[in-house]
C-alpha cells in the first residue's frame, strides 16, 4: 500500500477509507489529512476496539473495493476478535490484495448511502429483454422513483459492489414506457463510484445470480442493512426436470435465507416460498416472512378486433419455447382440431427456446400444411395487437409463479384457456377463462373447440373480462412499498437524509 | 418422423419391418411381444401381425400406463416421461403402431451387436432397486474425506440386505446404461462379455428405493415409472432440500439433486431419515403446489444410533489405528475428535477459532481434525494454528477401525454442523461413549438431546469455545456426559430396516425407534 505515489487507485482508496471514517470514527477531525496507512491503521483499531459485523463489513468495503461474501467477513471477524491489531491488518491487508481478482473495483470511489432505499435492477438495467421480471421492474421503479426517495443500483463490471446506473441503464429502468423511442448508447465509465449502503433497505427487485448472489448474502447478513425481494417462482427447483440452471437458482434461494421479506407476486408464489421457509429449520434459520403482494396489469386501450390475417380465427400463445410450457400438448390438441377440420390459425410468440422437440414439431407441422406462425422477437406492440387479433389465447403452463400472459390476454379483452391449478387457476377466479388439466391433452382439445365453435361462450368470457377488477401497477407499488420497505426502515428520524 | 405423421403405419407394414430384420432381432422382438401380451392375457403367438395387431388393442385405448409397460418391453428400457407422452400423441393421432416406431428402432437399430437379452415382466412383487451390489465395500474402501457418504453405504447395504432376506422382494440393479433394470447377479457382477441378467420390468409391483437417488438419467426413468406406471412407488431419503450454497458446489450438484427430487415429487411413499429431514421436505412438498403435484406422502423413518458396520459384517469392527494413524492421533494429551461430514457445511472454521480461545485461556489438548478442507479459508485457519504452535492434526480420512478408536480414545468431539439430514458424527461419538458438542437445532439436536451431548449454536464461536473448555476442564460434568452416551440405547439395523420397509410397503406410520 504505497501511499507515496499519487494515482487513481490511491486516491480512491483515500477517498474510501475516510468516507468509512466518517462513520466507524466518531468526532475525529485529525484524520482529515491522515497518511492512508494511519488512517487504515486508525480503522482497525477502531473497529477492534468494538467489534460489531456490520464495521468490519464495511471497512473491508472501503479497503478492497468489492462487497465482501459472508465467508470473508465471517474470517475478518474471527480475527479481530481472536487476534491483535495487526493480526487483523494483516488479514484485511490480505483481503484486499486477493480482490483484484474477485470483482474488486480498485480506482473507484465510494459513496455511502445511509438509512436509504436501494433497488436492485442489475439485469434490467443492463438489457434490453422485457419478459415477465424486467416488466414488474420497469412498471415498478419509476413509480417508486416518483414517490419516494430510492436510489436503482447495478452490479460492478464483475458483480463485485454496487453502483449508480449509467444514463442508458436509467433509460431502460425509469423510461420503458415513456415512448423515448430513442436508443441511448450504454458509455461505460471506467470505475462508476461504489453504492455502499449503510443501515438501508436492499430491494432484490430480480432473481440475483453468480458472485452478486453471494456478495449480498454478506451484506444481508453482517452489513447491518435488511436484505428484501419481490418473490416471483421457485420453478428452477420445484420443477427441475422442467428447466435448466438449478444450481443458479439455487444460490439465489441461499441469499434469499437472510433476506427479512419476501413479497410473493401470488398466492402460489407465497405458497412455494412459505414450503421454502419451511425447510430452513433444518439449518437453524428462521428464514424471511413471506407475504403477497399481487402484480398490477395495464389494461389495453384499443378494443378487442378479433381477425386473423388468413381470414378465420385465431388463438395466440405467448411464453417461450420450453417444455414447462406445454407446447407439445397444445400442437396434439391443434392437429386433432384440425384433422376434424376446425379451421384456426395458431400464433406462437416466444422470447427464448430451449430443447429441440418443440420446434421440430412444429417444422412437421408446418410443412404438413397447418396454419402455424412463430414471432420469436415480438416488441410489446405486436404482442398486444396479437392479442387483441386473437379469438382467445392458450396459456397451459405445467408450473408458473404468476402467469403474466393471462393478464395480458384478459386485458387484451381477449379469453384464455388456462391450467386448473396455482397461480392460473387463481388468476382464473374473476372470469374470462376457460381452466384445464394441462396434463390432459384431450381436456384442452374439448376446451380449444368448445371457444372455436361456440360463440355464445366466448361472448360470456368477454363479458366476465369486462366485468373483471383491474389493479393497477400503482396500486402494486404502493402495497409492495409498505410490504417490503416500511417494515424494515430505521426508525431513528435522525438517520433518515 | 414426417412420413409416420402422414403415413399411418399399420400392423401389417410395421410387421414387415421387423421381420425384415436380422433373425436374431426379429426373434427377440416377437419373444418380447409375446412377453407383453401375456400379462394382458392376450396370446403370444401367431405372426408378427397378429401379434401386434394385439399389442394395438392394448395400447390403442389412450391408457399411459400401458403404453409405458409395452415401451419398456420392446425397447428393454425404461421409457422417460417426453418418451412416453410423444408415444401417446402419435397413437392418438396415427393409431398405435405409429407409437411403437422409436421402441423398435432402439432394438434394430442395434442389430449388429444386440445382446439377445429376454425381457421378464414381474407383476405383484415389491422390487428393491439395488443401486449399489449390497457385497459392495466400495464407500469404506474409497474412504475420504466423506464421511456421511461412508456411513450412508453401510446404511444402504444394511437395508438392502435386510429387505432381499425377505420372501417377497425381487432385486434389481441398473444396467450400465442405467437405462433399465436386471436381475441382480448376487456375488460378482456380471463380468465385460457376459451376457446379462434378463431386463426386467416391473408391472403392479412396489418399487423400493434403498440408496439415495443421485442420477439425472435413473430420474428421468423412474419419474416416468412413478407417473404413469401401475407400480407403486417409495423411497428412502438421505438428502436435504437443495438450498444450500454448499450443494451447489457439491457433487452431484444441487441441480442433479433438484432433478432427483422431480422424480420423487411422483413417488407415493418417502421415508426421511430424521425428524428434521421429514420437516424440510414437507417444505418442499408444499412448494409442489404450484406446480399442482400433490407430492408424495413423507414421513420420518428416524436412522436411531447405529453401531455400524451393521451385524453380520463384523471383520472390519476392531477399533485399531493402523501405524499411521497411531503416530497422527496417538499420545497422551486429551484429544478433541472433529470428523467432517460432508463439506464446508461442518463449520470447521468455528471449530478452529473456538478452539484458539479455548487455548489462549490456558487449556492444554489435542485438536484432530479429520477430512477438513486441504485449501480455502479453513486450511489458512489451520496454518495459522500451527504457526502458534498449537497441537492440532489434520488427517484426510481415517480407516473404519480407526474411526472407531479415535472416538474410543478422544475425551470429547465437536460436530458442529451448519445443515445435516442425519448428523453420522454425533450417532458414532454417542455409540463410543464419548460426549458430543454439537449444534442445537435439526438432526443433531434429535440425535444428541436424549444424552451425552451439548448443544451449542453452531454460529456462535463463543458458545463452542465455552463447551469445549467446560467439557476439557470440567472432570464431573465429562463424566456425566459419557455416563449418558454410555446408557443411550443402540439402535438395529433390522428394526430400522423393517420400520421403512412397513411404512413404504405396507404404508403403516413408523414406531419411533
Given amino acids: ?497 | 418422423m414426417m412420413a409416420r405423421a402422414h403415413r399411418p403405419v399399420t400392423a401389417r407394414s410395421m410387421a414387415k419391418r421387423i421381420d425384415a430384420a436380422p433373425v436374431a432381432v426379429r426373434a427377440l422382438i416377437r419373444w418380447r411381444l409375446s412377453t407383453l401380451l401375456e400379462v394382458f392375457e392376450k396370446p403370444g403367438d401367431g405372426t408378427t401381425a397378429e401379434q401386434l395387431e394385439r399389442v394395438g388393442d392394448i395400447i390403442g385405448q389412450g391408457d399411459r400406463a400401458a403404453m409405458w409397460l409395452a415401451l419398456a418391453v420392446i425397447a428393454g428400457a425404461l421409457p422417460t416421461e417426453p418418451e412416453v407422452l410423444r408415444a401417446c400423441r402419435r397413437a392418438d393421432l396415427d393409431g398405435p403402431f405409429s407409437a411403437l416406431g422409436d421402441a423398435i428402432d432402439s432394438v434394430t437399430s442395434t442389430a449388429d451387436n444386440v445382446d439377445v437379452i429376454q425381457v421378464e415382466i414381474v407383476t405383484d412383487r415389491v422390487v428393491v432397486d439395488v443401486a449399489q451390489p449390497p457385497t459392495s465395500e466400495a464407500a469404506s474402501l474409497g474412504g475420504g474425506p466423506i464421511e456421511a457418504e461412508r456411513a450412508e453405504g453401510h446404511a444402504v447395504a444394511a437395508l438392502t440386505e435386510q429387505w432381499l432376506g425377505r420372501d417377497d422382494t425381487v432385486a434389481l440393479h441398473w444396467s450400465r446404461s442405467d437405462r433399465a433394470w436386471h436381475r441382480a447377479p448376487g456375488a460378482g457382477a456380471a463380468a465385460e462379455g457376459e451376457v446379462e441378467a434378463p431386463i426386467v420390468v416391473p408391472w403392479r409391483c412396489t418399487v423400493i428405493l434403498p440408496a439415495p437417488l443421485r442420477d439425472a438419467t435413473k430420474g428421468e426413468r423412474l419419474l416416468a415409472l412413478a407417473r404413469f406406471s401401475q407400480n407403486r412407488t417409495g423411497a428412502v431419503v438421505y438428502d436435504a432440500f437443495p438450498a444450500d450454497p454448499f450443494m451447489a458446489k457439491a457433487d452431484p450438484s444441487a441441480a442433479t439433486f433438484a432433478n432427483a427430487l422431480a422424480a420423487l415429487s411422483h413417488f407415493d411413499r418417502v421415508a426421511a431419515i430424521s425428524h428434521a429431514l421429514a420437516v424440510e421436505l414437507g417444505g418442499w412438498r408444499r412448494m409442489l403446489s404450484g406446480a399442482g403435484i400433490e407430492g408424495p406422502d413423507i414421513a420420518a423413518v428416524p436412522l436411531p444410533i447405529l453401531r455400524r458396520p451393521p451385524a453380520g459384517r463384523a471383520s472390519i469392527a476392531h477399533h485399531t489405528f493402523d501405524d499411521a494413524e497411531r503416530s497422527g492421533i496417538g499420545g497422551d494429551a486429551a484429544m478433541v475428535l472433529v470428523v467432517g461430514s460432508t463439506g464446508s457445511q461442518d463449520n470447521f472454521g468455528a471449530v478452529l477459532a473456538a478452539a484458539e480461545h479455548v487455548w489462549r485461556s490456558g487449556v492444554a489438548f489435542r485438536l484432530v481434525l479429520v477430512g477438513a478442507p486441504e485449501s480455502g479459508p479453513v486450511a489458512q485457519a489451520l496454518e495459522r494454528a500451527v504457526s502458534l504452535q498449537r497441537d492440532v492434526r489434520r488427517l484426510d480420512t481415517l480407516s473404519e477401525g480407526g474411526l472407531g478408536a479415535a472416538y474410543d480414545a478422544a475425551r470429547c468431539s465437536v460436530f458442529v454442523s451448519l445443515h445435516e439430514p442425519y448428523a453420522w458424527p454425533v450417532a458414532d461419538s454417542i455409540v463410543s461413549g464419548t460426549p458430543v458438542i454439537t449444534s442445537h437445532f435439526a438432526s443433531m439436536r434429535e440425535l444428541g438431546e436424549p444424552g451425552g451431548a451439548v448443544l451449542v449454536d453452531p454460529r456462535d464461536d463463543g458458545q463452542i469455545a465455552d463447551a469445549l473448555r467446560r467439557l476439557l476442564t470440567d472432570d464431573a460434568w465429562h463424566d456425566d456426559l459419557a455416563r449418558q452416551a454410555h446408557d443411550r440405547a443402540i439402535g438395529s439395523f433390522e428394526d430400522y430396516a423393517n420400520a421403512a420397509f412397513s411404512y413404504l410397503v405396507e404404508g403403516a406410520q413408523p414406531p419411533s425407534l
Fill in chain 1, 1 to 497: 500500500m504505497s501511499a507515496t505515489t499519487p494515482s487513481p487507485a490511491n486516491d480512491a482508496l483515500v477517498q474510501r477509507l475516510r468516507v468509512a471514517a466518517d462513520v466507524l470514527v466518531h468526532d475525529d477531525h485529525s484524520l482529515d489529512q491522515a497518511h492512508p496507512s494511519d488512517l487504515l491503521s486508525r480503522l482497525v483499531a477502531t473497529v477492534a476496539d468494538d467489534v460489531a459485523s456490520e464495521r468490519v463489513w464495511l471497512l473491508m468495503v472501503a479497503l478492497a473495493a468489492r462487497f465482501p461474501t459472508p465467508g470473508e467477513v465471517e474470517e475478518a471477524t474471527r480475527t479481530f476478535i481472536g487476534g491483535d491489531t495487526t493480526d487483523a491488518a494483516i488479514f484485511l491487508l490480505d483481503f484486499a490484495l486477493a480482490g483484484a481478482a474477485r470483482g474488486s473495483a480498485p480506482e473507484a470511489t465510494m459513496d455511502l448511502v445511509t438509512n436509504r432505499v436501494l433497488v436492485d435492477v442489475d439485469h434490467s438495467a443492463k438489457n434490453d429483454v422485457h419478459t415477465g421480471i424486467q416488466q414488474v421492474v420497469r412498471h415498478l421503479v419509476p413509480r417508486w422513483s416518483a414517490e419516494h426517495d430510492i436510489v436503482p443500483v447495478a452490479w460492478t463490471d464483475r458483480s463485485g459492489a454496487y453502483r449508480h446506473l449509467g444514463v442508458a441503464e436509467e433509460r431502460r429502468v425509469l423510461r420503458h414506457f415513456g415512448g423515448e423511442a430513442e436508443a441511448v448508447p450504454d458509455v461505460v465509465e471506467s470505475a462508476p463510484a461504489l453504492v455502499v449502503p449503510w443501515h438501508c433497505v436492499i430491494v432484490a427487485a430480480e432473481v440475483v445470480v453468480g458472485d452478486a448472489a453471494n456478495r449480498l448474502s454478506g451484506l444481508a447478513q453482517y452489513s447491518g442493512s435488511a436484505l428484501v425481494a419481490i418473490g416471483y417462482d421457485a420453478i428452477p427447483v420445484v420443477s427441475a426436470d422442467l428447466v435448466p440452471n438449478g444450481d443458479t437458482f439455487v444460490q439465489y434461494l441461499d441469499t434469499l435465507k437472510y433476506a427479512r421479506t419476501v413479497a410473493g407476486i401470488s398466492t402460489t408464489a407465497v405458497v412455494e416460498f412459505a414450503g421454502f421457509v419451511d425447510t430452513l429449520a433444518a439449518q437453524g434459520l428462521v428464514g424471511p416472512t413471506v407475504s403477497e403482494v399481487a402484480l398490477g396489469t395495464s389494461p389495453v386501450s384499443a378494443p378487442h378486433t378479433e381477425r386473423g390475417h388468413r381470414g378465420v380465427a385465431m388463438v395466440v400463445m405467448v411464453g417461450s419455447m420450453e417444455p414447462r410450457k406445454n407446447h407439445l400438448a397444445v400442437l396434439h390438441a391443434a392437429e386433432r382440431l384440425w384433422r376434424r377440420g376446425v379451421k384456426f390459425e395458431l400464433t406462437f410468440i416466444c422470447g427464448s427456446e430451449w430443447g429441440t422437440e418443440i420446434p421440430e414439431r412444429i417444422d412437421d407441422l408446418t410443412r404438413a400444411g397447418r396454419p402455424i406462425t412463430v414471432h420469436h422477437k415480438a416488441d410489446d406492440a405486436l404482442v398486444e395487437e396479437s392479442y387483441r387479433r386473437a379469438r382467445f389465447s392458450i396459456f397451459v403452463s405445467k408450473h408458473e409463479g404468476y402467469g403474466l400472459p393471462i393478464v395480458e390476454s384478459l386485458a387484451a379483452g381477449t379469453p384464455v384457456i388456462t391450467s386448473d391449478f396455482g397461480c392460473m387457476l387463481e388468476l382464473s377466479k374473476a372470469g374470462g377463462t376457460l381452466v384445464v388439466d394441462p396434463h390432459d391433452d384431450a381436456a384442452i382439445e374439448d376446451a380449444m373447440f368448445t371457444l372455436l365453435s361456440d360463440d355464445q361462450r366466448l361472448e360470456e368470457l368477454r363479458a366476465q373480462i369486462a366485468l373483471r377488477p383491474w389493479r393497477s401497477w400503482d396500486d402494486y407499488a404502493e402495497d409492495l412499498w409498505a410490504t417490503l420497505v416500511v417494515p424494515h426502515r430505521s426508525a431513528d428520524p435522525t438517520k433518515v437524509s
